[in-house]
């Protein structure tokens, strides 16, 4: 069976550090990974959508990216974090079928507080 | 653009009641998907049922059921004799993404359900 996996569950970081959320897929091959942002009282955003190894598109500007280095590893970056940034991050994978667009499967979430 | 609605921030109910989660949404499109989710306390959403624009069948599932009404851009969630269980965060999202692989979904904020004993 398929399983997906996000860390740290918690974080908490000063503004101006780094950031690195990793999200890692099992029992599957070549999925579309997301990456979505709740932040409080809002509904989900989608940050990056993946279609392969090294291929990432962005929906909104801001101040993270995202990085594919494995089929099935999917990771968050931050240079320097923002309060805004603030949230509770998911990561999904989808499997590439055009009968099953939009089921996602989705993570833990990783919560991050930036103070 | 996209956009969906969840007017219904919090909703409470009593175990046994039915209880109805509305979704109005706002698209150009003329093909889509429609989409609930279910995110209990733990945290991780649930994929509960997609929708084609072409389809306006209601469909029910065990207590679940979701009637479609694109006069009324809607697609409304009702849980027949609710549960303790059903207590989450309901999400309804619309992708544009109809014959493609790629499921971009766009979220509603939302509506906290609270089922008490």
């Known amino acids: 069976s398929q399983t997906i996996h996000q860390w740290p569950a918690t974080l908490v970081q000063p503004v101006g550090s780094p950031l690195s959320l990793e999200c890692t897929v099992e029992?599957?091959?070549?999925?579309?990974l997301y990456w979505y942002r709740q932040a409080a009282g809002r509904g989900l955003q989608l940050l990056f959508y993946s279609v392969g190894i090294g291929q990432i598109s962005s929906e909104v500007p801001q101040n993270l990216s995202a990085s594919r280095p494995q089929d099935r590893q999917f990771i968050l970056s931050s240079k320097k974090l923002l309060l805004s940034d603030s949230g509770f991050y998911l990561c999904?994978?989808?499997?590439?079928?055009?009968?099953?667009?939009?089921?996602?499967?989705f993570g833990e979430g990783s919560r991050l507080t930036v103070l | 653009a996209q956009k969906v609605t969840q007017a219904q921030t919090e909703i409470s109910v009593v175990e046994k009641e039915d209880v109805t989660l509305d979704c109005v949404y706002e698209?150009?499109?003329?093909?889509?998907?429609l989409f609930w989710y279910k995110q209990p306390p733990s945290g991780e959403l649930v994929f509960l049922i997609r929708r084609n624009s072409f389809d306006e069948q209601n469909e029910i599932s065990g207590r679940y059921s979701w009637n479609f009404q694109k006069s009324t851009s809607s697609f409304n969630f009702t849980i027949t004799a609710s549960q303790v269980v059903d207590s989450a965060v309901y999400f309804c999202a619309l992708s544009r993404d109809r014959g493609s692989t790629l499921g971009r979904l766009y979220f509603g904020r939302g509506t906290q359900l609270t089922v008490w004993p």
């Open positions: 698209t150009r499109d003329t093909t889509y998907y």
């Open positions: 999904a994978w989808s499997v590439r079928s055009v009968q099953r667009t939009g089921e996602l499967f």
């Open positions: 029992g599957t091959s070549n999925p579309n």
